[in-house]
């Protein structure tokens, strides 16, 4: 079936980093998702794609939907202290997939 | 904003006992989702609904039934509820199949004992 994997699994990082994550397919999509989730609470989105080489800005995050439609990446910039959390990507066709997550941790 | 509400934030059941966990959604939204959130095992889907009345199996259904008797509710029943249910419970709608973002509701944490 369809799997999204996520990398990196965890991440620790120092406050002022830019950040960088991703999700790969095998499969082809044709909406790309990312949540946010704080401790406690429930995923938030933060950038929907639905075309492929769509690169999309919301604040210091950059997400992108890959040419090939398998992949899409998620990039912060200069994190802070709010950014941690377990970030999620999803693909969607025909039904939506989510990946396992990759947690952020952020030195102060 | 789109908004999903969940009925409660912490639940704490007896083994065997019969659990209902209620989402609303304020948005008209066409779909609604229950998953489940457990360590080292991500988001599983349990069931969804495209409209009232409708529902269909996701990837995890046994032990649960759901409820959609009006658009803006969709209820998930343990009927018998079991140690191996206690999990992180979140509730979703979105606009549309077939590419439509989901929006959650902040989750139930069940803690069956």
């Known amino acids: ?108 | 904003d789109v908004k999903v509400t969940q009925s409660s934030r912490y639940l704490v059941k007896r083994t065997g006992e019969k659990v209902f966990l209620e989402c609303v959604q304020d948005m008209d939204h066409e779909n609604m989702f229950w998953y489940r959130q457990d360590p080292g095992l991500g988001l599983r889907l349990i069931y969804f609904s495209y409209d009232v009345k409708m529902k269909e199996k996701g990837d995890i259904p046994e032990g649960y039934s759901v409820s959609r008797e009006k658009k803006e509710r969709f209820s998930l029943i343990l009927e018998s509820a079991s140690t191996n249910q206690t999990s992180m419970y979140l509730c979703a709608s979105s606009l549309f199949t077939g590419g439509s973002p989901l929006h959650f509701g902040n989750g139930t944490r069940l803690t069956v004992t």
């Open chain 1, 1 to 108: 079936g369809q799997q999204l994997n996520q990398s990196p699994q965890s991440m620790f990082i120092q406050e002022g980093e830019d950040v960088s994550m991703n999700c790969t397919s095998s499969s082809i999509f044709n909406t790309w998702l990312w949540y946010k989730q704080d401790p406690g609470e429930g995923p938030v989105l933060l950038i929907a794609l639905y075309k492929a080489g769509e690169l999309t800005s919301n604040g210091r995050l950059t997400a992108q939907f890959g040419i090939t439609r398998k992949d899409s990446f998620l990039n912060i910039s200069a994190s802070i202290p709010s950014d941690v959390g377990i970030y999620f990507c999803a693909g969607i066709k025909n039904k939506l997939v989510f990946g396992a997550g990759t947690i952020l941790r952020v030195k102060s």
